[in-house]
């Protein structure tokens, strides 16, 4: 903010809290208190408390935040396939974590995009609806607006945004197209995994279609309904297909694989606040496809 903001609270608005009814303005709640608990926000010259419930006529004054002498720790790689005011689409590379967590403090896409994504009561994941493992690559969609954010989520949790995965798996699935049914938790044994054998089920359901069989794998369009933790790799895992190269549901360096082979290939839903249709595409990295261009070449009798 490179001036002084100055907001007269209309009738309408009479009663909010002051941080609440700063959200909008500010971009989110979370930076609406930032600067409250900073004293840069007057009500009528006054410094109040951000529970103040703000009356019609009052004027508030925001001060521009002091500029950062800390050195940014978001150096994160990402490249943005679709931005507007509101929402942005980034395909994250893999090895990148999208959000602080243990083990991983520092390097992250939420760093990366710090000042840019905006919504939720953490700060730490501004922004972030859904993720993706860290050796996962593909697209993402970030919220730049409180609003954005809540419809954001409404959209996943209702099942209006239409995330499709390319998986390559050990193994050919006994039907071209399939539906796995199945809760995941924390597994009983090893606390480290996700797993259908678990005592914290959560509802989990996958869909998957062939799109080409080969010798001994066979490449999948994953779609997701639910979005659990390993989800994917956990249900493939479950049917016997797990996904190429995974390093814990399946095996390790498979085919030469430094990762799993999978890719968030699409993600189609209705702009959060215009309604637009959006439609977006990720081509498989090129570690992933010179893979899976070897394999193909090997089927069709052509020189590896």
Do not use: N
């Not at 150096?75 to 942005?88: I, K």
Request: hydrophobic content about 40%; cysteine-free; charged content about 30%.
């Amino acid at each position: 903010m490179a001036a002084l903001l100055e907001i007269e609270v209309p009738a309408d608005a009479s009663g909010e809290r002051l941080d609440q009814f700063l959200a909008e303005p500010l971009g989110s709640r979370a930076r609406a208190q930032r600067l409250l608990d900073a004293g840069l926000v007057t009500v009528d010259g006054a410094v109040l408390p951000k529970r103040h419930r703000v009356a019609e006529g009052e004027r508030i004054a925001v001060a521009p935040e002091p500029a950062s002498t800390e050195t940014p720790s978001g150096d994160a790689e990402f490249t943005v396939v679709y931005e507007d005011p509101d929402l942005l689409v980034v395909d994250k590379p893999a090895g990148v974590v999208v959000h602080p967590a243990r083990g991983h403090r520092e390097g992250t896409l939420a760093q990366a995009l710090a000042g840019r994504a905006v919504g939720g009561e953490d700060p730490a994941r501004a922004g972030i609806v859904h993720r993706l493992d860290r050796d996962t690559s593909g697209l993402l969609a970030v919220a730049k607006t409180e609003r954005a954010h809540r419809e954001l989520k409404d959209l996943i949790g209702s099942r209006d945004v239409r995330r499709e995965y390319l998986a390559l798996v050990e193994g050919l699935p006994p039907a071209r197209t399939g539906t796995i049914e199945a809760p995941i938790g924390r597994d009983r044994r090893v606390r480290t995994k996700m797993s259908t054998d678990t005592d914290e089920p959560r509802d989990a359901r996958t869909h998957f279609t062939l799109e080409r069989a080969l010798p001994d794998t066979a490449l999948l369009r994953v779609v997701l309904d639910t979005g659990r933790t390993h989800q994917i790799r956990v249900h493939m895992e479950a049917i016997g297909h797990p996904v190429a190269g995974d390093p814990e549901y399946g095996t390790p360096g498979l085919l030469g694989l430094q990762r799993q082979f999978l890719h968030a290939a699409r993600l189609a839903f209705a702009h959060p606040v215009t309604g637009e249709q959006i439609d977006l595409a990720s081509p498989l990295p090129d570690d992933l496809a010179a893979v899976l261009a070897r394999l193909v070449a090997q089927a069709d009798g052509e020189p590896a």
